[in-house]
């Protein structure tokens, strides 16, 4: 918790433990994170077969191994 509260420049770890305290809080945040970043959830039919496509190539394509792969799927 020290970690996370110092990247977050949280001085009293007291508020810290308010953030659980509303329910809704960690679900507002995960969707203003998503909106920022631009990330899509997985379930999304297009980018799942998207993904699938790129993968799929890249494994017939080249030699690169499964940790190359699920770096590329993350990235």
Known sequence: MRYVANQ???IYMADL???TARRTTRHEH???IKQFY?????????MHFQLLR???TRVW???EG?????D???A
């Open 72 to 74: 590329l799927a993350t």
């Open 61 to 63: 394509l080249s030699d």
């Open 17 to 19: 433990s308010k953030y």
């Open 30 to 32: 995960a969707r203003e």
């Open 38 to 46: 631009g990330y899509r959830d997985f379930d999304d039919q297009a």
């Open 66 to 70: 499964p940790s190359m792969l699920f």
């Open 8 to 10: 977050l420049s949280i």
């Open 54 to 56: 790129c993968l799929y």
